[in-house]
């Protein structure tokens, strides 16, 4: 992973837009030999990886427009497979393909790994980060986690400020899931209404600018 002074990671973003994206070429010129099914196998197992790999540090969940960098990696792929034209709706092209978008992708990952964490079944330390409960806070919000105060966007941004926000959202019966795969599978419920609001402000940005 690459680090800057900033931490805002669009180096890091950009250097995977350019390793993704001079790999694309390899997908069109196999899309005459091989069916769809398998080059998607392709992109899953050897081209997505790279954009999973640290995917709950860098992500960024409140800057659009890094964002929209990330998931144009997925959709250039998704054209390359499906011999589509740029331009064609993302929405449509990822059902198509039965691919969610990174972005979602990103959430659901996010907060498995809270999950794992809130219930301790990772190294303690990670446990300690999280805002403790007070009285007055408990009494007004309860079953739900404080918030961090963030004077900065960077720290907004980060890992635990941005996921305590999306936890607090879920229903306390998915927060109090038993097991991982079980809160896995009610999250998922709630993945496609991530997603539709995703693309919409991704398509709302590009008419601003």
């Known amino acids: 992973m690459l680090l800057d002074s900033k931490l805002n990671f669009y180096e890091h973003v950009q250097n ?6 001079r790999s694309i070429g390899m997908i069109r ?12 196998i392709i992109y899953k197992s050897f081209f997505r990886p790279h954009i999973d790999y640290g995917d709950v540090i860098y992500d960024q969940a409140f800057n659009l427009s ?5 998931e144009s990696i997925q959709y ?4 390359a497979i499906l011999r589509a034209v740029r331009g064609s709706s993302m929405k ?5 393909l039965g691919l969610e978008s990174l972005q979602s992708r990103r959430w659901m990952r996010k907060l498995c790994l809270f999950y794992k964490i809130y219930r301790e079944k990772s190294p303690n330390y990670l446990f300690e980060l999280i805002p403790s409960n007070n009285r007055v806070y408990a009494l ?5 986690i404080p918030m961090f105060r963030t004077n900065h966007n960077f720290f907004k941004n980060s890992f635990f400020p941005s996921v305590i926000i999306e936890w ?9 899931s038993e097991s991982l795969l079980t809160f896995k599978k ?12 995703f693309i919409a402000s991704i398509m709302l940005l590009v008419l601003s600018i």
């Open 186 to 197: 009610k999250s998922y419920r709630l993945s496609d209404h991530v997603a539709v609001v």
């Open 168 to 176: 607090n959202k879920l229903d306390l019966e998915i927060r109090n």
């Open 76 to 79: 250039n792929a998704s054209l």
């Open 29 to 40: 010129k196999l899309n005459s030999f091989l069916p769809r099914s398998s080059l998607l």
């Open 140 to 144: 007004c919000n309860p079953e739900k």
């Open 16 to 21: 995977i837009l350019t390793k993704v994206n």
């Open 92 to 96: 449509k092209v990822y059902q198509e």
């Open 66 to 70: 890094l964002q929209k960098k990330i």
